[in-house]
């Protein structure tokens, strides 16, 4: 099981039923997690513990994603996601402006880890959480990068470096545009690589007729590696994503230093370049797919440059995890709570309540994943007796999965749900209700076994 406090037992075991509720509701509003009054303040009562802290929820979590990660290649995605009150900021206390610079409201910035070869959502692996404080602050270019708000992104992937380095046999940390910052590359962790879409035309150390040559037109006069196909995910509800023919070319570039940086820092910096440039895209497609990478993997092949554009495309997995976590999942924004630690707090356990939906989702299809990344291994049997519970008389009520992987699990949790093995695949809503029931009954199951062997510790 999860230990999400370290400190105090009873604490803990609230914790951990607090974490499951919110799971099983699909929401962060207290009134509807707790089921009863009681219920209710319970989950008050632990947000307000001085056991919890938002750094030991995000450990706790932490841990599982590490053992899960083991020998694996690992992409790691990071984003930032604003959690804005406005409508319901009414009695909101220590809260900073929002990205609108009024309304109260706060950020969070996690590190979502995805397994590079078959694409499953393993866990998280740090987060950063934090409201803008009131003042002026000095004027961006003449703060370090550490006092400023764009730190999070070395910050975060020194966390996942600190996470995952000698535990995964490949840590791969992906970025989009707002990660192309100079000091993230210049100080990248050691044992991490890089995968960061450019914001910047930056200046190449390469000149043509004493002019600078900028990076997005380094490749230019370049023929086309292949014209390959990309997935482009979906935007959200609705949306169903598409495919979109690309131009792909690739090498290596040198970058100057920018006039901001320290002097301290390297003058040039050599990194790989691939882009992805969308060809004859269809009509109505307002923006076409235009991706410019920088990259430390290798870059020396066509191969090279499709495995780098795959990479960067698992970024989708982090807005999923957003999508589950706020307006069309567990809706923070709507929560009742007001004080920003319990705040912070009741955020930290819904990303991983929203990680732990988006593992069952995924698993539904069949994934190979083991049952432990989301419940314990020891509990295979216990899991066993619920699975023969819910099959039915029928093939298609049989669960075909091998036993003890995350399918096997996410197919029993499914059937608590109501899902009836024909038809759709269940959603996150099937999983969500029926992880109460099966927790419910695994915990009946458990209970039952100890009576039975009452000298087994």
């Not at 590696?225 to 994503?241: M, N, Y």
């Not at 992805?276 to 307002?286: C, F, H, L, R």
């Not at 699975?387 to 298609?396: D, E, F, H, I, P």
């Not at 038809?423 to 109460?436: E, H, N, R, V």
């Amino acid at each position: 099981m999860i230990d999400l406090c370290g400190g105090d037992v009873r604490t803990a075991a609230s914790g951990l039923r607090l974490f499951e509720n919110i799971v099983a509701s699909g929401s962060l509003v207290l009134a509807k997690v707790g089921g009863t009054r009681a219920g209710e303040r319970s989950a008050h009562r632990f947000l307000s513990s001085p056991y919890v802290t938002v750094d030991g929820l995000l450990e706790a979590f932490s841990a599982r994603t590490r053992e899960a990660s083991e020998g694996r290649r690992v992409v790691v995605a990071q984003d930032t996601t604003e959690i804005n009150f406005s409508g319901r900021s009414a009695a909101r206390r220590g809260l900073g402006a929002a990205g609108d610079g009024k309304t109260p409201g706060f950020f969070i910035h996690p590190n979502v880890v995805v397994d590079a070869d078959d694409e499953a959502v393993l866990g998280l692996a740090g987060a950063h959480i934090w409201t803008r404080e009131e003042g002026k602050v000095g004027a961006r270019s003449q703060r370090a990068l550490k006092d400023k708000e764009s730190a999070r992104w070395l910050g975060n992937e020194r966390t996942a470096a600190e996470v995952l380095v000698g535990h995964a046999r490949q840590v791969i940390c992906v970025s989009d545009r707002e990660g192309d910052i100079w000091g993230h590359f210049v100080h990248v962790p050691k044992g991490v690589d890089q995968v960061v879409r450019a914001r910047h035309d930056r200046a190449l150390e390469e000149a043509l007729e004493g002019e600078s040559v900028l990076l997005f037109k380094a490749l230019a006069g370049e023929p086309p590696l292949t014209i390959t196909e990309v997935k482009v995910p979906s935007r959200g509800p609705g949306d169903k994503g598409r495919v979109a023919r690309v131009a792909l070319r690739a090498g290596t570039v040198r970058i100057k230093r920018p006039g901001s940086a320290p002097r301290t820092d390297p003058e040039v910096l050599e990194i790989g370049y691939v882009e992805a440039i969308e060809q004859d895209p269809p009509e109505g497609v307002k923006k076409p797919l235009a991706w410019r990478l920088l990259t430390t993997l290798p870059v020396d092949s066509v191969d090279d440059a499709k495995e780098v554009v795959r990479l960067y495309r698992l970024r989708w997995r982090i807005e999923e995890v957003f999508r589950a976590l706020k307006r069309d999942g567990l809706a923070l924004e709507q929560t009742q709570v007001q004080e920003r630690e319990r705040l912070f707090r009741l955020a930290a356990l819904g990303l991983g309540a929203a990680v732990r939906i988006l593992q069952l989702v995924d698993a539904r299809d069949g994934s190979p994943r083991p049952m432990s990344d989301v419940l314990d291994q020891s509990l295979v049997e216990e899991v066993a007796i619920l699975v023969r519970a819910r099959q039915g008389a029928t093939v298609k009520q049989q669960n075909p999965h091998p036993k003890a992987s995350l399918a096997w699990l996410a197919w029993v949790v499914a059937r608590y749900g109501g899902w009836n093995c024909y038809g759709k695949p269940p959603g996150p809503k099937t999983m969500a209700d029926g992880w109460i029931r099966f927790t419910a009954a695994l915990g009946g199951v458990i209970l039952a076994n100890a009576n039975a062997n009452p000298g087994i510790p």
